[in-house]
């Protein structure tokens, strides 16, 4: 069935650090792969997304790269700062003609002052 | 803030009981998700509607219920309630009805049974 893999659930870097996070997923079909950050107690967030004809994308201190034969997908955050801590979960779309995103565990990322 | 209401922010219920959690979503998007954040869980897709009709269903449980309105709001409709389904249930909404583009989700309802 459909699924996403997250890895790792957790992760803590020193300010200033770079932070990856790297997603699976099992459906060949799926083609848009957006990445959420959730603070505390919050609603999920966009911070960006990218589509399956790009292979990467940059949105300053943020990239995400895409393998469509590996199906891989993962998350970079450069020169990491106190308040991008939170829990980031990256998504790959489900079934076709749906809006359907199915999401992947969570990381929680700690960056160290 | 997203443009997507969800109301109430908290919930609490006994055992057996039913309730409505209910969703507004963002001016002009026709489509409507719920998704449940259990404890310690990543966010489980449960069911898409898209101008008023389901488009989609994730793995929602019988006693678990939905609609959208020809306003476009939504209603959740938990029955029969365990203390399995405390949870944070998340609606979002977006322009069209295939995932391709931002997802906008609203701030939650908290539902806590005792």
């Known amino acids: 069935g459909e699924n996403v893999e997250q890895h790792p659930s957790t992760l803590s870097v020193q300010e200033g650090d770079s932070a990856v996070i790297k997603c699976t997923y099992s459906?060949?079909?799926?083609?848009?792969f957006p990445w959420y950050k959730q603070e505390l107690g919050k609603r999920p967030q966009l911070i960006i997304d990218i589509r399956s004809n790009v292979g990467e994308k940059k949105d300053q201190r943020i990239a995400v790269t895409l393998n469509k034969t590996a199906k891989h997908f993962s998350l970079h955050i450069t020169e990491t700062q106190p308040e991008d801590s939170a829990v980031y979960f990256c998504?790959?779309?489900?079934?076709?003609?749906?809006?359907?995103?199915?999401f992947g565990q969570g990381t929680t990322l700690q960056v160290k002052p | 803030d997203s443009g997507v209401t969800q109301t109430p922010k908290h919930l609490i219920t006994a055992t057996g009981q039913r309730v409505t959690l209910r969703c507004s979503p963002r001016s002009g998007d026709l489509s409507v998700y719920w998704y449940q954040q259990s404890l310690d869980q990543g966010l489980q897709f449960l069911i898409q509607y898209y101008n008023g009709e389901e488009r989609a269903k994730g793995n929602i449980l019988e006693r678990f219920s939905a609609q959208q309105f020809p306003d476009l709001h939504s209603e959740l409709n938990l029955s029969s309630l365990e203390l399995g389904d405390s949870a944070l249930y998340f609606c979002?909404?977006?322009?069209?009805?295939?995932?391709?583009?931002?997802?906008?989700f609203g701030q939650g309802t908290r539902l806590t049974v005792v």
């Open positions: 459906d060949s079909a799926s083609n848009y």
């Open positions: 998504a790959a779309n489900g079934a076709s003609n749906t809006g359907k995103l199915i």
């Open positions: 979002a909404s977006s322009p069209h009805v295939l995932a391709n583009t931002e997802a906008f």
